[in-house]
């Protein structure tokens, strides 16, 4: 499957497990397959919900800064990728 860098990993927060991600191609979208790639990260999920400022969207856009729910331990600077069709 192709796939297209979507974002990049700001900053994780632990005990909600939540991924601040700034969307910097593309778009992202509830139901959306990202995949998570770091130097110590390779996992994917799909998304729940999309926040910002703690109110949930439909769609996050280039420059949008967004929280994601995350399954697992993502770090600074991991990028961010989703398959495109």
Known sequence: MPEEQ????????AKPSVAAIEV???TIK?????????????????????????QSI????VGDLV?????ERVRENDKV?????
């Open 6 to 13: 979507v974002g990049v990993v700001v900053k994780f927060f």
């Open 24 to 26: 910097t191609g593309g």
């Open 30 to 54: 509830p139901g959306d397959l990202l995949k998570y790639k770091g130097h110590t990260t390779d996992f994917e999920e799909a998304v729940d919900s999309v926040e910002m400022d703690n």
């Open 58 to 61: 439909e769609e996050a856009k």
């Open 67 to 71: 929280g994601i729910k995350v399954k």
């Open 81 to 85: 990728y989703k398959e495109t069709a």
